[in-house]
């Protein structure tokens, strides 16, 4: 009889190699652990750690990025080293390993390791989803974004680019200013710009209605070995563009109004 472990390992073999296959040389990881938990009824700390050695391990030629999002910036106080992402358990272990550079964008940044690294630290943005942004570097080398054990309107954050580039009118440019410090060390004020919602939609915003869209113009690669592994794939460029043309048609398209 086969262990819940060794089905959960087996499992995860295969959806590496599926994705792997995609013969892309930049992979964004953003991942989620609870399904994959429930269904393996397995341990969630073992399932994040396997899941991040996995990746290590398969895309080890490859530039890997996971999103590390944090809002402690808003709070007027970020550290690039002490910041929790609240963007899952991966990226924080990937964090509290050490062994990744996170990107300078103070609300979005990414956990990089790999042969683009150098290049990305050259990036100076102007926005956080705009010019010059890790975002736009992902679009111009069009990588291959794959939300992991996440349904779409969870698992896509670079489509809000797409709602910048539309200039989509539930959103404004909202300058956020505080101070960064570096394991505790006071680095320097400092500000980013962000395009925001406004706060009178922030109940109102529903993804669903892009994730359909996407879904019918089958825009993703949906890779399914079980109900707890499972991945949703595709090029940022598709992502971006196909979210562009969404908004310019249907400028309220991810409000209920």
């Known amino acids: 009889m086969i262990t819940k472990k060794l089905k959960f390992l087996n499992d995860l073999n295969k959806l590496c190699k599926k994705i792997i296959h995609k013969n892309n040389n930049i992979f964004v990881f953003q991942t989620d652990i609870v399904a994959t938990s429930v269904f393996y009824k397995l341990d969630g700390n073992y399932i994040a750690k396997t899941i991040l050695n996995y990746i290590e ?9 996971f999103p590390a999002f944090s809002d402690d910036f808003i709070k007027k106080k970020y550290d690039i080293k002490l910041s929790k992402p609240s963007t899952g358990i991966i990226p924080n272990l990937a964090l509290l390993s050490g062994k990744y550079y996170r990107t300078e964008s103070l609300l979005h940044s990414f956990l990089i390791k790999g042969k683009d690294l150098n290049e990305i630290k050259s990036l100076k943005q102007n926005t956080t989803w705009g010019e010059g942004s890790v975002f736009d570097w992902l679009y111009k080398k069009n990588g291959l974004w794959v939300s992991l054990n996440l349904n779409l309107n969870r698992g896509c954050a670079v489509h809000h680019m797409a709602e ?4 989509v009118p539930y959103r404004f440019y909202k300058l956020f200013k505080g101070k960064l410090y570096n394991d505790g060390k006071f680095v320097k004020n400092t500000f980013e710009k962000k395009y925001s919602y406004y706060k009178k939609f922030s109940t109102k915003l529903d993804y669903n209605k892009w994730v359909y869209i996407m879904k019918k113009k089958k825009d993703f690669d949906r890779i399914t070995i079980s109900p707890g592994m499972y991945a949703n794939v595709s090029t940022v460029k598709k992502i971006v563009d196909k979210s562009y043309s969404f908004y310019k048609k249907y400028p309220f398209g991810s409000v209920n109004l």
């Open 164 to 167: 910048e580039k539309a200039r």
């Open 57 to 65: 391990k398969n895309f080890l030629k490859k530039t890997i990025l």
